[in-house]
Antibody
Framework: EVHLVESGGGLVQPGGSLRLSCVGS????????MGWVRQAPGKGLEWVAI????????FSVDSVKGRFTISRDNAKNSLFLQMNSLKADDTAVYYC????????????????WGRGTVVTVSS | SSDLTQPPSVSVSPGQTASVTCSGA??????VSWYQQRPGQSPVLVIY???KRPSGIPERFSGSNSGNTATLTIRESQAVDEADYYC??????????FGTGTKVTVL
C-alpha cells in the first residue's frame, strides 16, 4: 500500500528553523514529482513547494521564497522542507503529497497525501 | 497570482445533485483538480485533468471546465459526501494555487 509519513513538526519561536521530513513507501519514490501543501488552523489549503524527480527543478510560493527550501533523497525515499526565519503566519499542518505521474506536465494533481505534521510558530 | 474563487458553502438534500463551482481567469485554458477533505482528515483527490476520476472514486463524482468556471458535480449525494472541497490549478508552470474551498452539507 502507498504511504507518505511526515515528521519534524513542533513548536518554534519566531525567527527559528525547522526541518520537515516525509518518507514514502509502496511506490518508486524516485519516479515522482513531490510537494508540500499546508493548511493554517481553520483555513484552506495552500500550496508551498514542489520538486522534480532528480531535484533539477524546484518551485515555491512567493511567501516562502528565500526562507524555505525543498529537497529530496531518493536513496532514502525521503522529501524534506527546510524552514528558516519562521513567522507566525507559517503556523499550519504541513502535508507531503505525491504528484500524479500523468499530470506532472499539465497540472500537478496530488494523488497521495500524508497525514500531516503540525508546525506552530509562537513565542 | 491568480485567484480561484469558490462559494463558501453548498447545501444538498440526500439523493440530489450538488454542484461546486471554481472561478478563475481563463480557467478553461488550464487543467483543474478537485479534492475532498473530511473533518480531521487529509485531502483526497477526486477529479484531475478536469474530468478524470482516480481509482476508487465513485462515478457519482464528475468534473467539467468551460470558460472561466470549473464545476465539480456530485450526483445522488450521500451523508459521506459531507466535506470541504477544493479546486486546484496551475498559475504558471508548476506554480499551483488552490481555490478558497466549499463546505458541502448534505441535509
Amino acid at each position: 500500500e502507498v504511504h507518505l509519513v511526515e515528521s519534524g513538526g513542533g513548536l518554534v519561536q519566531p525567527g527559528g528553523s525547522l526541518r520537515l521530513s516525509c518518507v514514502g513507501s509502496g511506490f518508486t519514490f524516485s519516479n515522482y514529482w513531490m510537494g508540500w501543501v499546508r493548511q493554517a488552523p481553520g483555513k484552506g489549503l495552500e500550496w508551498v513547494a514542489i520538486i522534480k524527480q532528480d531535484e533539477s527543478e524546484t518551485f515555491s510560493v512567493d511567501s516562502v521564497k528565500g526562507r524555505f527550501t525543498i529537497s529530496r533523497d531518493n536513496a532514502k525515499n525521503s522529501l524534506f522542507l527546510q524552514m528558516n526565519s519562521l513567522k507566525a503566519d507559517d503556523t499550519a499542518v504541513y502535508y507531503c503529497a505525491r504528484v500524479e505521474e500523468t499530470t506532472a506536465t499539465t497540472s500537478d494533481a496530488f494523488d497521495i497525501w500524508g497525514r500531516g505534521t503540525v508546525v506552530t510558530v509562537s513565542s | 497570482s491568480s485567484d480561484l474563487t469558490q462559494p463558501p458553502s453548498v447545501s444538498v438534500s440526500p439523493g440530489q445533485t450538488a454542484s461546486v463551482t471554481c472561478s478563475g481567469a481563463k480557467l478553461e485554458n488550464k487543467y483543474v483538480s478537485w479534492y475532498q477533505q473530511r473533518p480531521g482528515q487529509s485531502p483526497v483527490l477526486v477529479i484531475y485533468l478536469d474530468r478524470k476520476r482516480p481509482s476508487g472514486i465513485p462515478e457519482r463524482f464528475s468534473g467539467s471546465n468551460s470558460g472561466n468556471t470549473a464545476t465539480l458535480t456530485i450526483r445522488e449525494s450521500q451523508a459521506v459526501d459531507e466535506a470541504d472541497y477544493y479546486c486546484q490549478a496551475w498559475d504558471g508552470i508548476h506554480y499551483n494555487v488552490f481555490g478558497t474551498g466549499t463546505k458541502v452539507t448534505v441535509l
